[in-house]
């Protein structure tokens, strides 16, 4: 029985009852894929995408990580000599500055990660809020989107 799959949505606010996981049985004819919208070129280039954002965020954060490290060996240094030291006030600037780098690049690093995790699982692309295909040249653009543009705008992200 389809029961399960097909409800009236009329009342239902799709972002409130929608849960994309564990769909019961999925039953899917023929081996198609979820993403019916995306062809596996597009799936393909968009797996790429993800992979090389995802080196590059891993490459940037063993930069910014050596930095800190090099950035707390000067402050401990000079805030040795002199508290007053304008030096020191210059590296707790640059301090801050890396490591608000490295926190959103973290963030950055698990949202590829879940998107990643999405694209081998085979439900990449797909709006999370509403189910419906989020478009190739968004996800271009936001490779680890997880909503479409109306949903996303809905949700003021
Ligand atoms: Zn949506």
């Known amino acids: 029985m389809l029961c399960d799959t097909i409800r009236p949505t ?10 994309t996981r564990d769909p019961p049985t999925a039953p899917t004819p023929q081996s198609a894929p979820i993403v019916s919208s995306m ?6 280039e968009l797996g790429e ?11 940037t954060l063993v930069v910014l990580t050596s930095d800190l490290e090099a950035l707390a060996a000067a402050r401990t240094d000079s805030t040795a000599d002199d508290e007053h030291d304008p030096e020191g006030v210059t590296l ?3 301090w801050s500055r890396l490591e608000g780098l490295r926190v959103q690049q ?22 999370k809020s509403c189910g419906r295909p989020i478009p190739v040249g968004r996800l271009r653009v936001r490779p680890m989107a997880t909503l479409c543009v109306s949903c996303a705008e809905r949700a003021g992200v």
Do not use: N, Q
Request: aromatic share 6%; charged share 35%; net charge negative.
């Open 92 to 94: 707790s600037g640059e």
């Open 10 to 19: 009329g009342a239902v606010p799709p972002a409130a009852f929608h849960r």
């Open 106 to 127: 973290e963030r950055e690093r698990t949202a590829l990660d879940a998107a990643i995790a999405r694209w081998d699982a085979g439900d990449y692309g797909v709006c």
């Open 39 to 44: 062809d596996d070129a597009h799936r393909a």
């Open 49 to 59: 995408l993800l992979r090389e954002r995802r080196a590059s965020v891993e490459e």
